[in-house]
Nanobody
């Protein structure tokens, strides 16, 4: 079993920044890969950033603006979001799994993750 908890969401104006945190606990092997997803009303869940053993993967929509990092001592994964845009408005979730693939798409696919947090809302106004 793995437990995840997100924090750091809020409301900002376009161009602003937020840092999300995902604190994890539980089975270590099931937390090797942590991915941030987001979902807005009427849209499917989208993987935005993933980290596994130092390797990072990003969706094209956030490359150059979002940075994923982890602090193993604190069992926490961060998502630094800069230059936020109104289209970044969504509920953001972190998910854990033991994903391994030659394709970067696998790390951003919600189908490959079993454990999920409750989410934190991010709202960006224009």
């Amino acid at each position: 079993q793995v437990q995840l908890g997100e924090s750091g969401g809020g409301s900002v104006q376009a161009g602003g920044s937020l840092r999300l945190s995902c604190t994890t606990s539980g089975d270590t092997s099931s937390r090797r890969c942590i991915t941030w997803f987001r979902q807005s009303p009427g849209k499917s869940r989208e993987g935005v950033a993933s980290i596994r053993e130092g390797q990072r993967y990003y969706a094209d929509s956030v490359k150059g603006r979002f940075t994923i990092s982890q602090d193993n001592a604190k069992n926490t994964v961060y998502l630094q979001m800069d230059n936020l845009k109104p289209e970044d408005t969504a509920m953001y979730y972190c998910a854990a799994g033991d994903v391994w693939s030659n394709s970067w798409r696998a790390f951003l696919s919600p189908l490959n993750f079993r454990y999920w947090g409750q989410g934190t809302q991010v709202t960006v106004s224009s």
